[in-house]
């Protein structure tokens, strides 16, 4: 099932890397997102889709970035810390710290680089952990 995941991801960024491909739907990447991030598929009115639907849209309205760009961004900053540092966060975390500590105008890569410099520095690695330190 991960394996199939995996590939449906791949090619939804292969999609999104295409010149005449048009950007996916905020209902899409909600979908998609809560999918890898719980590891199973997950119906388009899954609690976790529309709390991911809710969060894209908001950071989506501060940043000035689009769903599928959010999308991107989270996933490309989540297999940084799995490949650099071996610490496991799901595209949720990542999208949950734009949420709550992204500023209007500021860059999404800025708010996820202090993330998961947090994250990095916190001694279990644990997102509450970098999440707290980001408040301070």
């Given at each position: 099932m991960k394996q199939i995941l995996a590939m449906l991801a791949l090619i939804s960024l292969a999609t999104m890397s295409c010149g005449s491909a048009a950007a996916m739907s905020t209902d899409t990447v909600a979908q998609e997102m809560a999918s890898l991030s719980l590891g199973h598929p997950v119906a388009a009115g899954d609690p976790a889709v529309v709390r991911t639907r809710t969060m894209l849209e908001q950071v989506s309205k501060r940043s000035g970035d689009d769903a599928t760009?959010?999308?991107?961004?989270c996933r490309r900053y989540a297999g940084h810390l799995r490949d650099a540092a071996q610490i496991k966060a799901s595209q949720l975390e990542l999208l949950a710290a734009l949420d709550t500590h992204g500023k209007a105008g500021e860059s999404i890569n800025d708010t996820l680089q202090a993330y998961v410099a947090a994250r990095k520095a916190?001694?279990?690695?644990?997102?509450?952990?970098?999440m707290a330190a980001l408040a301070r």
């Open positions: 760009a959010i999308f991107a961004a916190a001694a279990d690695k644990a997102h509450a952990t970098a």
